[in-house]
């Protein structure tokens, strides 16, 4: 197995929600977005870095924790496999995810490639903010993408992530048009991702693919908030509530009127 | 839910359990006045049956569908003076007590003084017990190293198996007829005792169909007197069925469930048996029942519903007999565990579901009651949506139904000895104990405690709390240089313990079958009349005895802390332990986090510590499988705790693993509360590591915060999760839904939280009935999170 190593900052098993059965969903480090209402804050850096324990009243060096280890693709598959007998059993598998897991490309393609061989179903969960190459290199090992589609204007994309979204885009519907199955993850953040002129361009664009993928409506929370606060950062969200039921309901509206299979919750 | 029922039901919650001397009165007198001294004992035991049936109060409630109590009234709870003598002190107790109370009257208590303490004083079981029982067997006892089930109440674990609904008892007593006169009195040295059997089974078979056609007199004359029309012709209808069964074997729905409930009564009214009585696979049962009333338009399916609805409540109204002392510990609880079963597998190896499985699901979930307690045996044959009904009714937060894995007990059963055939008609009865219903006696022998053996084996066989030697010098802690060392101690340690509870348990159960024959209960466990032996004697084809090992987590960490600490890393030596275990851990707090985060644990799916575990098992395994009893059949072991870990921890000192002296120990083969860190799916691989198919059930308990069931993908993670533990051979898996800050409302609110009903180990229980300590430890066992 490749001698390739990676940095992941939390191996999560009995994960339900990142794709079909039960998972083990893999976090990699290091993102080039800041999305503004980013759940994984600790996996934007792509080193190692001290947080506080959940505990902790406030300062990354109270009762320092290091997020982000390094791991070898070996040692990574052995931890995978313990509970391949669950995703056997109940149509399961492997989420890589992060981070942006296409930012460590050697790591993620080697864990990948290994898993495909142990027989894994694998899923990929990106923001698709990654060159081509890099993508195209890593698709045949997937088996299910979970793209994340946010703003569907550019500026406005830049202001909240700090990238364009052209390649994002782009490679969507390469993606789409290679025939690769997809879902679609949509973040519903309240002032920022929700207005209609987003989400109807978002729609449009998806019922504009080759093949129209399933979309995943998933609502903005604040369970992040205290992660903010043990890395010492401030949270640019602040107290934003999350959407209520009216406005996932209007939002799931929008995209079911394309024809778009729609759901809330990923 | 119907007007009537949901009438009976709040009658049967609100109702408070108390004692009537009723059944003790009756015995006693029967015993002072009319036994004939030239009775043998077994007779002397049926007469004295029919003497309770034909004497005592008939209850029949207003608009009841079943009938037949055991006390004089709903939640009257008669007492065994021949089993346990309460003395006025217990009597005060259980009247005073803050939890499982029972309530006693000025008469009950001048009762007990004047003539059944009188008449029982140094007669009862359980002064037998303990005046036959040896001096290492109290030491044992008194330190807390095991329990014994049968001090306070008779062997139990009887489930019925599909006898009853084929034959009546004129049926069976022609066969004991037939039984006697083949008897061979050249060639049988044992012939006499055979007759003496069988004459008292025919007696016990006769009481109950006197006792049975009391009720159809005391019916006609209700329905006589009835003004509604409709209840008058109900009363007569339910007379006419107790003219009928149990004499003759049932041959409508009705008639079957009528028929059970007698015989039920009449089980827990000869003797107070653990572990109930129960019907066991009661969707098998009643299945043809059900399907030709249907066919033939004399039931429909919500008139079903309502019959099994006031059968439930009729179990609900039967509180378990009051315990005290250490039994009152081990199983604290007003629960009698009866454990319906629910589909597995068919004689013939098929799936068993129908639809009167679901239909008996519905009446799990609309009833939320204490008893019966409902469990599935969920076969890999079973479809996923029997699992998904199961897990819908688990997600209301009651506990029930818990979950079996059919073919783990099928094997489990069939290395013991029984025919496929016999291990497929079988199932988990009480917690969690496997059992092939109808055709034997697996009886539980009492608790054995794990974490305090390994106590024991640090301190040479000395029990530091007392400084008493219970065990065997097997070498100063101080003195081992290798862990291995410890390893070899504790095995003969586990030895030594083993050898002295069975010994006990061949001297206890010899006294059960030579004073306390049950022929009643005999009549309906295959093969007592064939063979014309006692249930208590070994008349059953099988016969099991088990043990059952308590605090695997915590004995496990335990080796684990010794291994990694001492002996591995070297954070402090022996002599250094043992002085961090005798202080409490006192002034080293910041050590005992270090031993509590850094060790390996097991519930992590830690190979390291899991071998441990192992090792464990393989020790308590090699020390009783296959022991003999004195059935004709073995000691066993199981895994389960009931409320016992909570004593066996106040009992036990600081352990190596930091936890506090006094604190419960880890129950069933969950892990320490607490330790494990890596989610649900890390637990059950580190639990399928323990070789279920040899034992006799084991009990492993989940707690999941409520979200985890609300959405499809929770509910199939669940269905992944119960799955791949039975591909494991996992043998029970049950859940607990409910979140800390409902538990904490609880406590802090009892009065509004009355009917919150949790899981708390192979049974639930009201949370609010719950002790202090227990209330906390199911606050703290782990709840897990979904990702």
């Known amino acids: ?266 | 839910m119907t007007p009537r029922i949901r009438r009976l039901r709040r009658q049967s919650l609100e109702a408070p359990a108390s004692l009537s001397a009723e059944r003790a009165l009756l015995v006693t007198d029967y015993l002072q006045r009319l036994a004939s001294a030239g009775d043998p004992v077994v007779v002397q035991r049926a007469k004295l049956f029919r003497h309770i049936l034909a004497e005592k109060a008939l209850h029949i409630g207003p608009g009841e569908l079943i009938v037949g109590e055991r006390g004089p009234a709903p939640k009257a709870v008669p007492t065994f003076p021949e089993i346990c003598l309460h003395s006025p002190e217990d009597l005060a107790l259980l009247h005073e007590r803050p939890k499982v109370t029972y309530r006693s009257d000025d008469d009950l208590r001048r009762a007990y003084r004047e003539r059944i303490i009188p008449f029982w004083q140094g007669r009862s079981m359980r002064e037998k017990i303990f005046a036959a029982v040896d001096a290492d067997w109290r030491a044992a006892y008194e330190a807390g190293v095991f329990t014994e089930f049968m001090e306070q109440r008779a062997p139990g674990h009887t489930v019925l198996g599909d006898i009853i609904y084929r034959r009546g008892l004129d049926d069976l007593r022609g066969e004991i007829a037939a039984a006697i006169a083949a008897l061979d009195f050249f060639d049988d040295p044992l012939a006499l005792d055979r007759r003496d059997q069988l004459a008292a089974m025919d007696i016990a078979a006769g009481a109950l169909i006197a006792y049975a056609r009391r009720h159809a007199v005391h019916l006609e004359k209700l329905a006589a007197g009835e003004p509604d029309a409709r209840r008058a012709e109900e009363l007569a209808a339910l007379a006419g069925i107790c003219r009928r069964v149990p004499a003759a074997a049932p041959a409508t729905f009705w008639e079957a469930l009528q028929y059970y409930w007698f015989v039920h009564v009449g089980v827990i009214t000869e003797l107070n048996p653990w572990d109930a009585f129960n019907p066991g696979r009661l969707d098998q049962h009643l299945l043809p029942f059900y399907r030709r009333d249907l066919a033939a338009g004399r039931l429909t399916a919500p008139q079903a519903r309502e019959l099994l609805q006031a059968f439930w409540i009729k179990f609900n109204n039967h509180p378990a007999p009051p315990k005290v002392g250490v039994t009152a510990k081990e199983s604290n609880t007003y629960v009698d565990f009866a454990l319906i079963n629910l589909g597995g597998v068919t004689a013939q190896g098929r799936d068993a579901v129908n639809e009167l499985t679901y239909l008996l699901l519905e009446v799990v979930e609309e009833m939320r009651l204490l008893q019966p307690s409902s469990m599935i045996q969920l076969s890999r044959k079973n479809p996923d949506r029997f699992l998904r009904r199961a897990l819908e009714i688990v997600r209301t937060g009651y506990g029930q139904p818990s979950i079996f894995n059919t073919e783990a007990i099928v094997q489990e059963l069939v290395r013991q000895g029984k025919s496929v055939e016999d291990a497929r008609c079988g199932g988990a009865s009480g917690c969690v104990e496997s059992g092939a219903f109808g055709r034997e006696a697996y009886i539980l022998t009492g608790y054995f405690s794990l974490p305090k053996i390994l106590e024991v084996t640090l301190h040479n066989g000395i029990d530091p709390r007392t400084g008493r030697r219970v065990g065997p010098a097997t070498g100063a802690a101080a003195d081992w240089t290798r862990f291995e060392e410890l390893m070899e101690a504790f095995a003969r340690q586990v030895r030594h313990f083993a050898d002295v509870k069975i010994k006990g348990n061949n001297i206890i159960e010899r006294l059960y079958a030579r004073h306390m024959p049950v022929p009643f209960m005999s009549l309906f466990i295959e093969d007592c009349i064939a063979t014309g032996r006692d249930y208590t004697a070994g008349g059953a084809r099988y016969n099991t005895s088990y043990i059952q090992g308590v605090g695997l987590g915590t004995v496990t960490d335990s080796l684990s802390a010794i291994r990694f600490n001492v002996f591995e890393r070297r954070l402090f030596d022996m002599p250094r332990l043992l002085e961090l275990l005798a202080t409490d851990y006192h002034g080293a707090e910041a050590l005992r986090r270090r031993i509590l985060e850094e060790t390996p644990r097991y519930g992590n799916d830690d190979e390291a510590a899991d071998a441990l575990l192992a090792a464990v098992f393989e020790i308590y395994y090699a020390a009783v499988d296959g022991r003999p009893n004195t059935r004709g059949g073995a000691h066993r072991i199981n895994l389960l705790p009931t409320t016992v870990h909570i004593y066996f921890g106040s009992v036990t000192g600081a352990t190596p693993d930091g936890r506090k002296a006094g604190a419960p120990l880890s129950e069933g083969i969950s892990p320490v509360q607490g330790a494990d860190r890596r989610g649900p799916t890390a637990v059950l691989r580190s639990a399928a590591k323990i070789d279920h198919i040899r034992t006799g059930g084991t009990l492993l308990n989940q707690k999941f915060i409520p979200q985890i069931f609300e959405d499809e993908a929770g509910l199939q993670g669940l269905v992944g999760l119960v799955r791949s533990y039975f591909r494991m051979d996992g043998h029970h898996i049950q859940f607990n839904v409910v979140d800390a800050a409902t538990l904490r409302r609880a406590q802090e609110d009892p009065d509004s939280h009355r009917d919150l009903i949790v899981r708390v180990a192979g049974y639930s229980d009201y949370f609010v009935d719950l002790t202090p300590e227990l209330q906390e430890e199911i606050i703290q066992r782990t709840a897990h999170e979904a990702f």
């Open chain 1, 1 to 266: 197995m490749s001698a390739v190593k990676g940095i992941v900052f939390d191996l999560k098993k009995f994960a339900i929600h990142d794709g079909p059965g039960i998972r083990t969903t893999v976090f990699l480090k290091g993102c080039p977005l800041a999305c503004w209402w980013c759940h994984n804050p600790e996996g934007q850096a792509p080193r190692p870095e001290a947080m506080c324990g959940p505990r902790a009243a406030a300062g990354p060096m109270a009762t320092g924790e290091t997020v982000g280890r390094t791991l070898s693709v070996a040692g990574l598959l052995a931890e995978i496999e313990k509970d391949t007998i669950f995703y056997d059993t109940s149509g399961g598998g492997v989420t890589f995810s992060g981070g942006e897991p296409l930012a460590q490309p050697e790591f993620l393609g080697a864990a990948l490639s290994a898993c495909r061989q142990a027989g894994l179903h694998t899923a990929l969960d990106t923001s698709g903010y990654a060159p081509r190459d890099v993508l195209a290199r890593v698709a045949p090992a997937v088996d299910l993408f979970l793209y994340d589609l946010k703003l569907m204007d550019d500026q406005r994309h830049r202001r909240c992530t700090g990238v364009s979204n052209h390649p994002i885009l782009e490679n969507l519907a390469w993606l789409a048009a290679t025939g690769r199955t997809l879902a679609v993850r949509l973040p519903l953040v309240p002032g920022i991702t929700d207005d209609a002129e987003n989400l109807g361009a978002a729609a449009d664009f998806l019922a504009g693919l080759q093949r129209a993928p399933r979309v995943d409506l998933l609502a903005y929370h604040r369970i992040h908030n205290d992660k903010y606060r043990r890395l010492g950062r401030a949270n640019p969200m602040g107290d934003t509530a999350p959407p209520g039921a009216a406005a996932l309901e209007a939002a799931r509206a929008i995209f079911a009127a394309r024809g778009l299979p729609v759901s809330i919750g990923g």
